[in-house]
Nanobody, 115 residues
Framework: QGQLVESGGGLVQAGGSLRLSCVAS????????MGWYRQPPGKQRELVAS???????NYADSVRGRFIISRDNAKKTVFLQMSSLKPEDTAVYYC?????????WGQGTQVTVSS
């Protein structure tokens, strides 16, 4: 499976913003659905947002209106612009790419929001 490379995590204060980036491998199909999951400390992994190659998006209720997912098909990159961050957004964020047979995952990038 192709490796996804994530970046952009860090430590921010509540109300701040971060933008996560995830680059798929050169062999990835640009039409694959891509998105983000996150796993807060001690909790299960949950879907944050997804986006099709045509730009159709899906958001978790907890982030809708605050997060924006976008993608650059030519660069095979997906972004997650996170605004109005809350302490409950603290989690390891994982990029994913839905392939025909299996799903590829990034290794995760830590986002910590202080109160």
């Amino acid at each position: 499976q192709g490796q996804l490379v994530e970046s952009g995590g860090g430590l921010v204060q509540a109300g701040g913003s971060l933008r996560l980036s995830c680059v798929a491998s050169e062999s990835s199909f640009s039409g694959n659905v891509m998105g983000w999951y996150r796993q807060p400390p001690g909790k299960q992994r949950e879907l944050v947002a997804s986006i099709t190659s045509q730009g159709t998006t899906n958001y978790a209720d907890s982030v809708r209106g605050r997060f924006i997912i976008s993608r650059d098909n030519a660069k095979k990159t997906v972004f997650l612009q996170m605004s109005s961050l809350k302490p409950e957004d603290t989690a390891v964020y994982y990029c994913y790419e839905q392939k025909r047979i299996a799903t590829s995952w990034g290794q995760g990038t830590q986002v910590t929001v202080s109160s």
